[in-house]
């Protein structure tokens, strides 16, 4: 019954900026650990960022200090700002949660949103 629907995905030239969303719904909550993940063609999906639930967030080294993950608990939805965006960050992007007391996340993968960026 978990659905993740993400979108904001596009086109764009390397050093630009996009901002993607994903809305969850049926049982995730708050307390729920979030993350987005992206899968380049040919590639295993690689997570690259986690926001907990008190808020914190870690990222991968290939895009610490360039994207920036956050979280509307009121309205369910899941963000992230990237920002000097360069080729290697052309994926499709995915959203995922996972339970308290769990280090796996949910057996679910929405659609994503594909992000392309040329230079």
């Known amino acids: 019954q978990v659905q993740f629907v993400e979108s904001g995905g596009g086109l764009v030239q390397t050093g630009g900026s996009l901002r993607l969303s994903c809305a969850a719904s049926?049982?995730?909550?708050?307390?729920?650990?979030m993350g987005w993940f992206r899968q380049a063609p040919g590639t295993q999906r690689e997570l690259v960022a986690v926001?907990?639930?008190?808020?914190?967030?870690n990222y991968a080294d290939s895009v610490k200090g360039r994207f920036t993950i956050s979280r509307d608990n009121v309205k369910n939805t899941l963000y992230l700002q990237m920002n000097s965006l360069n080729p290697e960050d052309t994926a499709v992007y995915f959203c995922?949660?996972?339970?308290?007391?769990?280090?796996?996340?949910?057996?679910?993968w929405g659609q994503g949103t594909q992000v392309t960026v040329s230079s």
């Open positions: 049926g049982s995730i909550s708050s307390a729920y650990t």
């Open positions: 926001i907990f639930m008190r808020g914190t967030t």
């Open positions: 995922n949660a996972r339970r308290p007391l769990s280090t796996t996340w949910l057996d679910y």
